[in-house]
Protein backbone atom coordinates (compact mmCIF):
# COMPACT_ATOMS: atom_id res chain seq x y z
CA UNK A 1 0.00 0.00 0.00
CA UNK A 2 1.45 3.67 -1.02
CA UNK A 3 1.85 6.50 1.92
CA UNK A 4 -0.69 8.27 0.36
CA UNK A 5 -3.23 5.30 1.13
CA UNK A 6 -2.21 5.39 4.00
CA UNK A 7 -2.63 8.81 5.17
CA UNK A 8 -6.74 8.06 4.17
CA UNK A 9 -8.90 8.11 7.48
CA UNK A 10 -8.75 4.75 9.34
CA UNK A 11 -12.29 5.18 10.91
CA UNK A 12 -15.77 7.13 10.15
CA UNK A 13 -16.81 9.79 11.60
CA UNK A 14 -18.45 9.26 15.20
CA UNK A 15 -21.85 8.27 15.16
CA UNK A 16 -23.43 6.88 18.52
CA UNK A 17 -24.61 2.79 17.88
CA UNK A 18 -28.37 2.13 17.26
CA UNK A 19 -29.09 5.97 16.92
CA UNK A 20 -29.52 5.12 12.73
CA UNK A 21 -30.96 2.49 11.09
CA UNK A 22 -28.52 -0.47 9.39
CA UNK A 23 -28.19 -3.55 9.43
CA UNK A 24 -24.98 -5.78 10.00
CA UNK A 25 -23.32 -9.06 10.01
CA UNK A 26 -22.06 -11.40 13.08
CA UNK A 27 -18.49 -12.55 11.82
CA UNK A 28 -15.94 -13.56 13.61
CA UNK A 29 -12.06 -13.61 12.13
CA UNK A 30 -11.86 -16.96 13.06
CA UNK A 31 -14.26 -17.88 10.68
CA UNK A 32 -13.71 -15.95 7.53
CA UNK A 33 -12.87 -18.50 4.94
CA UNK A 34 -8.64 -18.10 5.84
CA UNK A 35 -9.36 -16.86 9.02
CA UNK A 36 -7.11 -13.87 8.74
CA UNK A 37 -6.68 -10.05 7.67
CA UNK A 38 -6.33 -10.59 4.53
CA UNK A 39 -8.04 -11.22 0.84
CA UNK A 40 -10.69 -13.02 2.58
CA UNK A 41 -11.12 -10.31 5.02
CA UNK A 42 -11.62 -7.90 2.01
CA UNK A 43 -14.08 -10.27 0.23
CA UNK A 44 -16.02 -9.75 3.16
CA UNK A 45 -16.11 -6.06 2.61
CA UNK A 46 -16.94 -6.30 -0.48
CA UNK A 47 -19.58 -8.21 -0.26
CA UNK A 48 -21.06 -6.45 3.13
CA UNK A 49 -21.22 -3.60 1.03
CA UNK A 50 -23.49 -5.12 -1.99
CA UNK A 51 -25.19 -6.69 0.42
CA UNK A 52 -26.32 -3.27 1.97
CA UNK A 53 -25.18 -4.54 5.67
CA UNK A 54 -23.33 -1.45 6.99
CA UNK A 55 -22.09 -3.22 10.23
CA UNK A 56 -19.13 -5.76 10.68
CA UNK A 57 -19.66 -7.23 14.45
CA UNK A 58 -16.99 -9.64 15.40
CA UNK A 59 -15.56 -10.92 18.62
CA UNK A 60 -12.57 -10.16 20.24
CA UNK A 61 -9.12 -9.95 18.38
CA UNK A 62 -6.42 -11.19 20.86
CA UNK A 63 -3.67 -13.86 21.20
CA UNK A 64 -6.01 -16.99 22.64
CA UNK A 65 -4.97 -20.43 25.19
CA UNK A 66 -5.14 -23.68 23.21
CA UNK A 67 -9.14 -23.73 24.08
CA UNK A 68 -9.23 -20.55 21.31
CA UNK A 69 -11.63 -18.50 23.41
CA UNK A 70 -11.73 -15.76 22.35
CA UNK A 71 -12.72 -14.73 25.96
CA UNK A 72 -9.45 -16.23 27.61
CA UNK A 73 -7.24 -14.10 26.12
CA UNK A 74 -3.63 -13.78 26.55
CA UNK A 75 -3.75 -10.15 26.09
CA UNK A 76 -6.36 -7.44 26.36
CA UNK A 77 -4.15 -5.27 23.98
CA UNK A 78 -2.10 -7.56 21.71
CA UNK A 79 -3.70 -9.19 18.16
CA UNK A 80 -4.16 -12.63 17.58
CA UNK A 81 -0.79 -14.03 15.63
CA UNK A 82 -3.02 -16.47 13.60
CA UNK A 83 -4.68 -13.36 12.08
CA UNK A 84 -1.57 -12.36 10.12
CA UNK A 85 -1.88 -12.97 6.54
CA UNK A 86 0.94 -14.76 4.88
CA UNK A 87 0.08 -14.00 1.46
CA UNK A 88 -0.08 -10.06 1.80
CA UNK A 89 3.15 -10.28 3.75
CA UNK A 90 4.44 -12.15 0.85
CA UNK A 91 3.06 -9.23 -1.88
CA UNK A 92 4.46 -6.81 0.77
CA UNK A 93 7.49 -4.22 -0.47
CA UNK A 94 8.75 -3.83 2.32
CA UNK A 95 11.30 -7.18 2.22
CA UNK A 96 13.86 -7.99 0.62
CA UNK A 97 11.97 -10.21 -2.09
CA UNK A 98 14.01 -13.78 -1.28
CA UNK A 99 12.92 -13.54 2.26
CA UNK A 100 9.63 -16.22 2.89
CA UNK A 101 6.85 -15.21 4.48
CA UNK A 102 7.81 -17.31 7.59
CA UNK A 103 10.69 -15.12 8.28
CA UNK A 104 9.48 -12.02 7.21
CA UNK A 105 6.83 -11.94 10.64
CA UNK A 106 9.80 -11.85 12.55
CA UNK A 107 11.17 -8.71 10.51
CA UNK A 108 13.69 -10.74 9.00
CA UNK A 109 14.64 -8.56 5.60
CA UNK A 110 12.46 -5.66 6.46
CA UNK A 111 13.84 -2.81 4.86
CA UNK A 112 15.23 0.17 6.63
CA UNK A 113 12.09 2.77 6.00
CA UNK A 114 9.87 -0.56 8.15
CA UNK A 115 12.66 -0.90 10.62
CA UNK A 116 12.16 2.52 11.34
CA UNK A 117 8.45 2.51 11.25
CA UNK A 118 8.45 -0.40 13.85
CA UNK A 119 10.97 0.99 16.15
CA UNK A 120 7.64 4.22 16.49
CA UNK A 121 5.03 1.58 17.00
CA UNK A 122 7.28 0.03 19.48
CA UNK A 123 8.06 3.17 21.16
CA UNK A 124 4.25 4.26 20.82
CA UNK A 125 2.64 1.26 22.27
CA UNK A 126 5.39 0.39 24.90
CA UNK A 127 2.91 0.75 27.76
CA UNK A 128 1.49 -2.95 26.57
CA UNK A 129 3.53 -4.08 24.41
CA UNK A 130 6.56 -4.61 26.94
CA UNK A 131 4.88 -6.62 29.02
CA UNK A 132 3.23 -8.74 26.55
CA UNK A 133 6.69 -9.68 24.55
CA UNK A 134 8.16 -10.39 27.79
CA UNK A 135 5.36 -12.44 28.90
CA UNK A 136 5.17 -14.46 25.57
CA UNK A 137 9.11 -15.19 25.93
CA UNK A 138 8.63 -16.44 29.26
CA UNK A 139 5.83 -18.53 28.66
CA UNK A 140 8.07 -20.30 26.45
CA UNK A 141 10.99 -20.44 28.00
CA UNK A 142 8.63 -22.47 30.74
CA UNK A 143 7.24 -24.46 28.61
CA UNK A 144 3.66 -22.95 27.85
CA UNK A 145 3.13 -23.27 31.54
CA UNK A 146 0.89 -20.47 33.81
CA UNK A 147 2.86 -17.74 35.22
CA UNK A 148 1.72 -18.82 38.57
CA UNK A 149 3.60 -21.57 37.57
CA UNK A 150 6.81 -19.94 37.10
CA UNK A 151 10.07 -19.73 39.80
CA UNK A 152 9.16 -16.95 42.12
CA UNK A 153 11.61 -14.40 40.25
CA UNK A 154 9.67 -14.29 36.74
CA UNK A 155 6.58 -14.85 38.96
CA UNK A 156 6.64 -11.61 40.88
CA UNK A 157 8.61 -9.62 38.41
CA UNK A 158 11.77 -8.80 40.43
CA UNK A 159 13.45 -6.49 38.09
CA UNK A 160 16.32 -8.59 37.97
CA UNK A 161 14.90 -10.93 36.61
CA UNK A 162 12.90 -9.05 34.12
CA UNK A 163 15.95 -7.42 33.08
CA UNK A 164 17.60 -10.57 32.27
CA UNK A 165 15.08 -11.89 30.29
CA UNK A 166 14.89 -8.74 28.42
CA UNK A 167 18.97 -8.70 27.91
CA UNK A 168 19.26 -12.90 27.02
CA UNK A 169 16.22 -13.10 25.01
CA UNK A 170 16.20 -9.32 23.23
CA UNK A 171 16.19 -11.10 19.70
CA UNK A 172 12.96 -12.83 20.47
CA UNK A 173 11.80 -10.24 22.12
CA UNK A 174 11.87 -7.85 19.28
CA UNK A 175 10.73 -10.41 17.22
CA UNK A 176 7.28 -11.25 18.83
CA UNK A 177 7.09 -7.57 18.80
CA UNK A 178 7.57 -6.88 15.18
CA UNK A 179 4.88 -9.58 14.14
CA UNK A 180 2.49 -7.35 16.85
CA UNK A 181 3.46 -4.59 14.09
CA UNK A 182 2.78 -6.47 10.98
CA UNK A 183 -0.77 -7.60 12.53
CA UNK A 184 -1.70 -4.43 13.40
CA UNK A 185 -0.86 -2.62 9.85
CA UNK A 186 -2.78 -5.44 7.85
CA UNK A 187 -5.60 -4.43 10.69
CA UNK A 188 -5.39 -1.08 9.83
CA UNK A 189 -5.56 -1.59 6.20
CA UNK A 190 -8.21 -3.48 6.40
CA UNK A 191 -10.09 -0.56 8.45
CA UNK A 192 -9.06 1.65 6.17
CA UNK A 193 -10.80 -0.30 3.66
CA UNK A 194 -13.74 -1.03 5.91
CA UNK A 195 -13.91 3.02 6.29
CA UNK A 196 -13.55 3.45 2.10
CA UNK A 197 -17.24 1.51 2.06
CA UNK A 198 -19.10 3.18 4.67
CA UNK A 199 -18.66 -0.49 6.69
CA UNK A 200 -18.16 0.28 10.53
CA UNK A 201 -16.36 -2.04 12.49
CA UNK A 202 -18.03 -3.44 15.83
CA UNK A 203 -15.62 -5.04 18.56
CA UNK A 204 -16.12 -6.62 21.51
CA UNK A 205 -14.50 -6.31 25.06
CA UNK A 206 -14.63 -9.02 27.27
CA UNK A 207 -15.52 -7.32 30.68
CA UNK A 208 -13.41 -10.07 32.50
CA UNK A 209 -9.35 -10.82 31.67
CA UNK A 210 -7.69 -14.41 31.67
CA UNK A 211 -5.77 -14.92 34.89
CA UNK A 212 -3.36 -16.48 33.02
CA UNK A 213 -2.70 -13.28 30.78
CA UNK A 214 -0.09 -10.13 30.09
CA UNK A 215 -2.43 -7.94 32.19
CA UNK A 216 -2.45 -10.11 35.21
CA UNK A 217 1.05 -10.68 35.30
CA UNK A 218 1.87 -7.34 34.45
CA UNK A 219 -0.47 -5.13 36.78
CA UNK A 220 -1.14 -7.90 39.84
CA UNK A 221 -2.03 -5.12 42.13
CA UNK A 222 -5.20 -4.67 40.04
CA UNK A 223 -6.46 -7.86 40.91
CA UNK A 224 -7.93 -10.18 43.81
CA UNK A 225 -4.89 -12.20 44.06
CA UNK A 226 -2.91 -13.31 47.55
CA UNK A 227 0.50 -12.98 48.09
CA UNK A 228 1.34 -15.64 45.70
CA UNK A 229 -0.66 -14.39 42.88
CA UNK A 230 -3.30 -16.91 43.19
CA UNK A 231 -7.11 -15.64 43.03
CA UNK A 232 -9.49 -14.57 46.09
CA UNK A 233 -12.41 -15.54 44.04
CA UNK A 234 -13.11 -15.60 40.40
CA UNK A 235 -16.15 -14.38 37.87
CA UNK A 236 -18.79 -16.40 36.69
CA UNK A 237 -22.32 -15.92 36.05
CA UNK A 238 -25.10 -17.99 38.34
CA UNK A 239 -27.25 -20.84 36.69
CA UNK A 240 -28.94 -19.43 33.63
CA UNK A 241 -30.82 -20.54 30.40
CA UNK A 242 -27.12 -21.64 29.20
CA UNK A 243 -26.10 -23.67 32.30
CA UNK A 244 -28.22 -25.43 35.40
CA UNK A 245 -25.15 -24.92 37.04
CA UNK A 246 -23.94 -21.60 35.91
CA UNK A 247 -20.52 -20.51 34.39
CA UNK A 248 -17.38 -21.08 36.09
CA UNK A 249 -15.03 -18.25 33.84
CA UNK A 250 -12.68 -18.63 36.25
CA UNK A 251 -11.53 -15.27 35.69
CA UNK A 252 -9.70 -13.27 38.50
CA UNK A 253 -12.05 -10.30 40.03
CA UNK A 254 -10.89 -6.54 39.81
CA UNK A 255 -9.78 -5.03 43.02
CA UNK A 256 -11.75 -2.18 42.80
CA UNK A 257 -10.36 -0.27 45.47
CA UNK A 258 -7.08 0.30 43.92
CA UNK A 259 -7.97 0.66 40.36
CA UNK A 260 -10.21 3.85 41.77
CA UNK A 261 -7.14 5.28 43.33
CA UNK A 262 -4.97 5.62 40.09
CA UNK A 263 -8.50 6.87 38.26
CA UNK A 264 -9.11 3.44 36.78
CA UNK A 265 -5.47 4.14 34.35
CA UNK A 266 -6.20 0.27 33.31
CA UNK A 267 -9.33 0.98 31.83
CA UNK A 268 -8.70 3.95 30.79
CA UNK A 269 -5.61 2.44 28.60
CA UNK A 270 -7.47 -0.56 27.28
CA UNK A 271 -10.98 1.12 26.20
CA UNK A 272 -8.48 3.44 24.37
CA UNK A 273 -6.69 0.58 22.70
CA UNK A 274 -10.41 -0.71 21.74
CA UNK A 275 -11.41 2.73 19.81
CA UNK A 276 -8.10 2.34 18.02
CA UNK A 277 -9.16 -0.67 16.58
CA UNK A 278 -12.87 -0.59 15.96
CA UNK A 279 -15.93 2.10 15.47
CA UNK A 280 -18.39 0.75 18.04
CA UNK A 281 -17.71 -1.41 20.91
CA UNK A 282 -19.81 -4.00 22.77
CA UNK A 283 -19.12 -4.92 26.56
CA UNK A 284 -19.46 -8.50 27.16
CA UNK A 285 -21.44 -9.02 30.88
CA UNK A 286 -22.52 -5.15 31.06
CA UNK A 287 -24.40 -6.36 34.11
CA UNK A 288 -21.05 -7.01 35.51
CA UNK A 289 -20.09 -3.06 35.71
CA UNK A 290 -23.22 -2.61 38.01
CA UNK A 291 -22.52 -6.25 40.17
CA UNK A 292 -20.14 -9.42 39.39
CA UNK A 293 -20.81 -12.73 40.69
CA UNK A 294 -18.11 -13.37 42.87
CA UNK A 295 -17.29 -17.06 43.30
CA UNK A 296 -14.34 -18.43 46.39
CA UNK A 297 -11.94 -20.03 44.22
CA UNK A 298 -11.88 -23.32 45.31
CA UNK A 299 -15.65 -23.76 44.42
CA UNK A 300 -15.60 -26.43 41.44
CA UNK A 301 -19.36 -25.00 39.90
CA UNK A 302 -20.80 -21.39 39.72
CA UNK A 303 -23.55 -22.61 41.94
CA UNK A 304 -22.50 -21.07 45.26
CA UNK A 305 -21.73 -17.49 44.39
CA UNK A 306 -22.59 -14.15 45.41
CA UNK A 307 -23.39 -10.64 43.96
CA UNK A 308 -20.73 -7.78 44.50
CA UNK A 309 -21.54 -4.25 43.95
CA UNK A 310 -19.25 -2.74 41.01
CA UNK A 311 -18.30 0.93 40.38
CA UNK A 312 -19.59 1.08 37.11
CA UNK A 313 -20.78 4.76 37.12
CA UNK A 314 -17.42 5.91 38.42
CA UNK A 315 -15.68 3.46 35.70
CA UNK A 316 -18.11 5.15 32.63
CA UNK A 317 -17.87 8.30 33.56
CA UNK A 318 -14.23 8.01 33.10
CA UNK A 319 -14.00 6.52 30.41
CA UNK A 320 -16.44 8.98 29.11
CA UNK A 321 -14.28 11.69 29.89
CA UNK A 322 -11.50 10.18 28.11
CA UNK A 323 -13.05 9.65 24.94
CA UNK A 324 -14.47 13.92 25.37
CA UNK A 325 -18.19 12.71 26.22
CA UNK A 326 -18.27 9.73 23.03
CA UNK A 327 -19.27 6.37 24.56
CA UNK A 328 -19.09 3.90 21.20
CA UNK A 329 -20.87 1.12 22.90
CA UNK A 330 -23.10 -1.05 23.72
CA UNK A 331 -24.23 -3.47 27.00
CA UNK A 332 -24.67 -6.64 26.16
CA UNK A 333 -27.46 -6.76 28.94
CA UNK A 334 -28.55 -10.56 28.83
CA UNK A 335 -28.72 -13.10 31.70
CA UNK A 336 -29.72 -11.94 35.37
CA UNK A 337 -30.36 -8.58 34.92
CA UNK A 338 -31.59 -6.26 38.09
CA UNK A 339 -32.73 -3.00 37.83
CA UNK A 340 -29.54 -1.44 38.88
CA UNK A 341 -28.55 -2.79 35.53
CA UNK A 342 -31.15 -0.84 33.70
CA UNK A 343 -30.40 2.20 35.43
CA UNK A 344 -26.45 1.87 34.87
CA UNK A 345 -27.57 1.32 31.03
CA UNK A 346 -29.56 4.41 30.77
CA UNK A 347 -27.44 6.57 32.62
CA UNK A 348 -25.19 6.74 29.88
CA UNK A 349 -27.82 6.03 27.21
CA UNK A 350 -26.58 2.70 25.73
CA UNK A 351 -28.17 0.78 23.48
CA UNK A 352 -28.98 -2.90 24.98
CA UNK A 353 -29.21 -6.20 23.24
CA UNK A 354 -32.93 -7.76 21.96
CA UNK A 355 -32.43 -11.65 21.29
CA UNK A 356 -34.99 -13.47 19.29
CA UNK A 357 -34.02 -16.73 19.73
CA UNK A 358 -34.96 -15.76 23.93
CA UNK A 359 -38.40 -14.18 22.58
CA UNK A 360 -40.88 -16.77 22.59
CA UNK A 361 -40.48 -18.44 26.09
CA UNK A 362 -42.89 -17.08 29.04
CA UNK A 363 -45.72 -14.38 28.32
CA UNK A 364 -46.23 -10.97 26.94
CA UNK A 365 -43.71 -9.64 29.53
CA UNK A 366 -40.77 -11.42 27.82
CA UNK A 367 -38.43 -8.42 27.45
CA UNK A 368 -37.12 -9.98 23.60
CA UNK A 369 -40.36 -10.43 22.11
CA UNK A 370 -40.76 -7.76 19.23
CA UNK A 371 -43.62 -5.50 20.82
CA UNK A 372 -41.19 -4.80 23.18
CA UNK A 373 -38.21 -3.39 21.35
CA UNK A 374 -36.94 -0.29 21.44
CA UNK A 375 -35.31 1.67 18.58
CA UNK A 376 -31.84 2.66 20.67
CA UNK A 377 -31.13 -0.96 20.98
CA UNK A 378 -29.78 -3.87 18.82
CA UNK A 379 -32.13 -6.81 17.60
CA UNK A 380 -30.63 -10.29 17.10
CA UNK A 381 -31.44 -13.57 16.15
CA UNK A 382 -28.70 -15.37 17.99
CA UNK A 383 -25.35 -14.34 19.22
CA UNK A 384 -22.17 -16.73 19.39
CA UNK A 385 -23.18 -18.32 22.59
CA UNK A 386 -26.67 -19.60 20.65
CA UNK A 387 -27.59 -22.44 18.07
CA UNK A 388 -27.69 -21.22 15.05
CA UNK A 389 -31.71 -20.42 14.57
CA UNK A 390 -32.05 -23.49 11.98
CA UNK A 391 -30.60 -25.30 14.97
CA UNK A 392 -32.83 -24.06 17.35
CA UNK A 393 -35.63 -24.52 15.33
CA UNK A 394 -34.92 -27.72 14.94
CA UNK A 395 -34.77 -28.51 18.45
CA UNK A 396 -37.80 -27.25 19.12
CA UNK A 397 -41.01 -29.25 19.67
CA UNK A 398 -44.29 -28.38 17.53
CA UNK A 399 -46.29 -26.05 20.03
CA UNK A 400 -42.93 -24.09 20.64
CA UNK A 401 -42.82 -23.50 16.69
CA UNK A 402 -46.73 -22.89 16.80
CA UNK A 403 -46.40 -20.19 19.69
CA UNK A 404 -42.88 -18.35 17.75
CA UNK A 405 -45.11 -18.26 14.48
CA UNK A 406 -48.43 -17.06 16.24
CA UNK A 407 -46.29 -14.15 17.61
CA UNK A 408 -44.26 -13.09 14.67
CA UNK A 409 -47.43 -13.29 12.75
CA UNK A 410 -49.17 -10.97 15.44
CA UNK A 411 -46.77 -8.73 15.90
CA UNK A 412 -44.89 -8.16 12.70
CA UNK A 413 -47.48 -9.77 10.09
CA UNK A 414 -44.18 -12.15 9.07
CA UNK A 415 -46.30 -15.18 7.23
CA UNK A 416 -46.68 -18.49 9.10
CA UNK A 417 -45.68 -20.46 6.12
CA UNK A 418 -41.83 -18.33 5.86
CA UNK A 419 -39.24 -20.99 6.90
CA UNK A 420 -36.52 -20.61 9.20
CA UNK A 421 -34.44 -19.01 9.65
CA UNK A 422 -36.10 -16.94 7.04
CA UNK A 423 -38.76 -15.76 8.95
CA UNK A 424 -36.17 -15.01 11.79
CA UNK A 425 -33.90 -12.54 10.02
CA UNK A 426 -37.46 -11.28 8.71
CA UNK A 427 -38.12 -10.19 11.99
CA UNK A 428 -35.00 -8.73 12.93
CA UNK A 429 -34.70 -6.68 10.12
CA UNK A 430 -38.54 -5.83 10.63
CA UNK A 431 -37.82 -4.77 14.22
CA UNK A 432 -38.03 -1.16 15.37
CA UNK A 433 -35.00 -1.24 16.76
CA UNK A 434 -32.00 0.98 15.20
CA UNK A 435 -29.44 -2.00 14.70
CA UNK A 436 -29.71 -5.03 13.25
CA UNK A 437 -27.19 -7.71 13.53
CA UNK A 438 -27.55 -11.57 11.89
CA UNK A 439 -25.60 -13.53 12.13
CA UNK A 440 -23.44 -15.65 9.10
CA UNK A 441 -25.31 -18.64 9.87
CA UNK A 442 -28.34 -17.38 9.55
CA UNK A 443 -28.18 -15.98 6.09
CA UNK A 444 -26.83 -18.59 4.46
CA UNK A 445 -29.75 -21.38 6.44
CA UNK A 446 -26.79 -23.40 8.44
CA UNK A 447 -27.37 -25.86 10.80
CA UNK A 448 -25.92 -26.55 14.28
CA UNK A 449 -22.76 -27.45 12.38
CA UNK A 450 -22.37 -24.09 12.43
CA UNK A 451 -22.12 -23.08 15.79
CA UNK A 452 -19.51 -20.71 17.49
CA UNK A 453 -19.52 -21.76 21.05
CA UNK A 454 -21.56 -24.05 23.57
CA UNK A 455 -21.24 -21.90 26.81
CA UNK A 456 -20.28 -24.00 29.99
CA UNK A 457 -18.60 -26.59 27.22
CA UNK A 458 -14.72 -26.66 26.84
CA UNK A 459 -14.40 -28.65 23.90
CA UNK A 460 -15.25 -28.26 20.23
CA UNK A 461 -15.85 -24.55 20.22
CA UNK A 462 -14.49 -21.38 18.35
CA UNK A 463 -13.62 -23.49 15.06
CA UNK A 464 -16.18 -23.67 12.84
CA UNK A 465 -15.28 -21.18 9.17
CA UNK A 466 -17.08 -20.50 6.27
CA UNK A 467 -16.57 -22.40 3.27
CA UNK A 468 -14.88 -20.81 -0.16
CA UNK A 469 -18.02 -19.00 -1.92
CA UNK A 470 -20.25 -19.02 0.04
CA UNK A 471 -20.69 -15.31 0.75
CA UNK A 472 -21.57 -14.60 -3.25
CA UNK A 473 -23.37 -12.29 -5.10
CA UNK A 474 -26.74 -14.20 -5.29
CA UNK A 475 -26.99 -14.25 -1.34
CA UNK A 476 -25.61 -10.22 -1.26
CA UNK A 477 -28.54 -8.77 -3.78
CA UNK A 478 -31.23 -11.23 -1.80
CA UNK A 479 -29.66 -9.81 1.58
CA UNK A 480 -30.15 -5.88 0.09
CA UNK A 481 -33.27 -6.18 -1.09
CA UNK A 482 -34.59 -7.07 2.49
CA UNK A 483 -32.57 -4.54 3.93
CA UNK A 484 -34.01 -1.72 1.57
CA UNK A 485 -37.28 -3.05 2.00
CA UNK A 486 -36.96 -2.53 5.88
CA UNK A 487 -35.51 1.20 5.37
CA UNK A 488 -31.86 -0.21 6.93
CA UNK A 489 -29.68 1.67 3.96
CA UNK A 490 -28.67 4.90 6.11
CA UNK A 491 -29.14 8.17 3.49
CA UNK A 492 -25.08 8.90 1.99
CA UNK A 493 -24.20 5.12 2.46
CA UNK A 494 -23.16 2.16 0.43
Not at 340 to 365: C, S
Request: aromatic share 10%.
Amino acid sequence: MSDQEREEPVALPFEAPARVRRAGLLLPVFSLHRGTFGQAARNLLSFLEQAGLTVWQMLPLGPTHADGSPYQSLSSFALNPEFLDTDDLCSESGFQADVPADQRRYGVGASAELEASFDRYREEESAWLDDYTLFVVAKELEGGTGWLDWPRPLRSRQPEALADLAYQHAARLRAIAFEQFLLDRQWRDLRREACRRGIRLFGDLPIFVAGDSADVWAHQDQFQLDEEGQPLAVAGVPPDYFSDTGQRWGNPLFDYDRMARDGYAWWQSRFARHLELYDWVRIDHFRGLAAYWAIDASADTAVEGEWVPAPGEEILDVLMRSAEGHLPLVAEDLGVITPDVVALRERFNLPGMKILQFAFDGGEDNAYRPEHHVSGSVVYTGTHDNDTTAGWWESLGEPARSRVRQVLEQQQGIDATMPMPDALVESALGSVANLTVVPVADFLGLGSEARINVPGTTEGNWRWRLGAGELDQTLAQRIRGRVEAHGRLPDGSI
